[in-house]
T-cell receptor, first 115, second 112 residues
Framework: GESVGLHLPTLSVQEGDNSIINCAYS??????FIWYKQESGKGPQFIID?????DKRQGQRVTVLLNKTVKHLSLQIAATQPGDSAVYFC??????????????FGKGTMLLVSP | NAGVTQTPKFQVLKTGQSMTLQCAQD?????MSWYRQDPGMGLRLIHY???????DQGEVPNGYNVSRSTTEDFPLRLLSAAPSQTSVYFC???????????FGDGTRLSIL
């Protein structure tokens, strides 16, 4: 079946380091990808998105890279801060039988930032 | 802005009871959806709506009903609660189904 998965369940970094969170997807027809951050007890918070006609997109301290050849998505966080500690989810938007596209989420990666 | 508001925040039910989880958004978003999140797992889509009067099933719809009579509200109904429905439920909304979704803070539901 189609799936979105993450390679690393937990990533531990030092404050100030750059973090890279990876995600693999299997549906080549997916055309829109999103990264979310989820802190304990809260709902997912939108970080950045990218469409399939792009390879890279940058935000404030974050960059998303999309490699369609190997169906791989990554989130890079520059100068990681303790406040970045959270679970990060990638999600892909793909079509369904109804004709409307829906989001499928990966299982998440926990990012732990040490001071 | 309130964004997406979910009520209640916590609920304990007995097996067989029914209840409605409320979701309201004040952003005039057409697309709304319900997800459940179980420990160690990502979010799984239960039902979604692309506008008032239009709903469709997601990945895990069994045991849940939805309706969308207004743009603002998208309630999720459990007709006969089962322990397998113990989970955290999130509601989300967006301008369209290919736009970033905004999430509420969830309803934590325990079924005994």
């Amino acid at each position: 079946g189609e799936s979105v998965g993450l390679h690393l369940p937990t990533l531990s970094v030092q404050e100030g380091d750059n973090s890279i969170i990876n995600c693999a997807y299997s549906n080549s027809a997916s055309d829109y990808f999103i990264w979310y951050k989820q802190e304990s007890g809260k709902g997912p918070q939108f970080i950045i998105d990218i469409r399939s006609n792009m390879d890279k997109r940058q935000g404030q301290r974050v960059t998303v890279l999309l490699n369609k050849t190997v169906k791989h998505l990554s989130l890079q966080i520059a100068a990681t801060q303790p406040g970045d500690s959270a679970v990060y989810f990638c999600a892909e938007n793909k079509g369904s039988d109804s004709g409307y596209s829906t989001l499928t989420f990966g299982k998440g990666t926990m990012l732990l930032v040490s001071p | 802005n309130a964004g997406v508001t979910q009520t209640p925040k916590f609920q304990v039910l007995k097996t067989g009871q029914s209840m409605t989880l409320q979701c309201a958004q004040d952003m005039n978003h057409e697309y709304m959806s319900w997800y459940r999140q179980d420990p160690g797992m990502g979010l799984r889509l239960i039902h979604y709506s692309v506008g008032a009067g239009i709903t469709d099933q997601g990945e895990v719809p069994n045991g849940y009903n939805v309706s969308r009579s207004t743009t603002e509200d998208f309630p999720l109904r459990l007709l006969s609660a089962a322990p397998s429905q113990t989970s955290v439920y999130f509601c989300a909304s967006s301008r369209g189904n290919d736009q970033p979704q905004h999430f509420g803070d969830g309803t934590r539901l325990s079924i005994l």
